[in-house]
């Protein structure tokens, strides 16, 4: 093999991994780390080859520990459970089971009053999981409009052919927002639809859009309010409000507070 | 035998996916979908899997294939095929960045040919082995490596655009 041989091998090698064992790069790696003989001067060619390798090697590592400064949001993980916990419950027959049973040993009226409190509780932390991941996708700061118009037709037909539900209709107030675009974002794979619109307060820089109705199917979001009573909610810097009505589920959302949303209804 | 709990799964591979989505998608939100999305995957198609070694590469293939699939969707990005058993292969001097930050390297891999950047981004997170790297993206080993050679090429152009050379590398001894 020669030194240009290895070194064309090599370039692919990773220092400190599992690459050391893998067969591909055994050959290079003994030539490259094969000790000279004592006393003999070493070949030009392997000076030139090791001195590469050390170079390699220092480089990939700098560059390494650069993807391993990507940090993830503080919370993160206990957001990702926190979404997981009302989806989980049913492939968890035994440990229900177990509850049931314990519970019914100790009292039957007691276990429906923690029953019920329990899955309340697990239902706010899904609608809440759910009302973040909408809260982040309104405001990260370059979220793309797939379309942008104030043709409430055109977004209707441009959701259709998504496959992304449209609104059955809009809040009274609503119907006199600028209406700028749309987008389709998911829920738990299934399609979530994103009107933007804009409130008449002033824009930040690049914003195109500070008011936000987003449209699923009531079934993509189970736990949803059940019916055309709003529920508010502050979310990170947005305060929402979620009603359901034929089949689906809206989400109102604005920088600001419970008063932003309510000249709306 | 049982396979992982989810919570064992999401504590062992939350950062590395995020790192790997994040290194794709530069923009916190959507890594974030793209992590979540793949950790309610997994969730209700794991069972599928019989082989719990498996779990990383089913849990970077499924991530990788939700982010080409958003950006296809989003972009409408033409699905290009290379010949990428091309002879010509660029040679790759070691590419060099300590001057830089992690924005800057990834603002220079976001500007590498997109059929390249995955493999780029595996090669540096060092989370998966070259088999696994080829399982993830649904191609040969060969064209990992012939990937990888032309995305660090590529990367290495960029860097030097984006910044004054580095100390690392030929530089030093000249």
Partial sequence: ?265 | MAGPTFESVVAEFYEPLYRFAFSLARVEADACDLTQQTFYLWATNSHQLRDPTKTRTWLFTTLYRAFLQSRRRDLRFPKQEFDETDADMPWVEPVTARHLDTAQVLEALGRVDQHYQAAVSLFYLEECSYKEIALILDVPIGTVKSRLTRGLAQLKRMLIDTGPPDKIGANQHD
């Fill in chain 1, 1 to 265: 093999m020669t030194n240009q041989e290895a070194k064309s091998i090599l370039a692919l090698y990773r220092p400190g991994s599992a690459d050391r064992n893998d067969p591909a790069f055994a050959q290079a790696l003994a030539l490259v780390e094969a000790p000279r003989l004592p006393g003999a001067a070493p070949a030009h060619s392997d000076a030139e080859l090791a001195r590469w390798f050390q170079d390699h090697c220092a480089a990939y590592l700098s560059m390494h520990a650069k993807f391993l400064a990507i940090q993830p949001p503080l919370a993160f993980k206990d957001q990702i459970l926190a979404e997981y916990k009302v989806q989980s419950l049913p492939y968890r027959p035994a440990r229900s089971l177990m509850r049931v049973a314990a519970a019914a040993l100790a009292a039957f009226a007691l276990t429906s009053l923690i029953s019920l409190l329990f899955w309340s509780h697990l239902r706010n932390d899904a609608f809440l999981a759910y009302l973040n991941r909408l809260a982040r996708t309104a405001l990260r700061p370059n979220y793309g409009m797939e379309l942008e118009t104030a043709d409430l037709d055109a977004v209707n037909a441009f959701l259709l052919q998504r496959h992304a539900p449209a609104p059955s209709g809009l809040p009274p107030g609503l119907k006199s927002a600028p209406l700028v675009g749309c987008a389709v974002t998911t829920w738990q794979g299934k399609p979530v639809a994103m009107l933007c619109f804009q409130s008449g307060r002033p824009l930040g820089p690049g914003e195109k859009a500070d008011l936000w109705l987003f449209v699923a199917q009531q079934e993509t979001v189970s736990d949803a309010p059940g019916g055309a009573a709003r529920h508010d909610a502050k979310v990170n810097k947005l305060i929402t409000t979620a009603w359901s009505e034929n089949g689906k589920t809206y989400v109102l959302a604005t920088v600001g507070d419970k008063g932003e949303l309510d000249k709306y209804f």
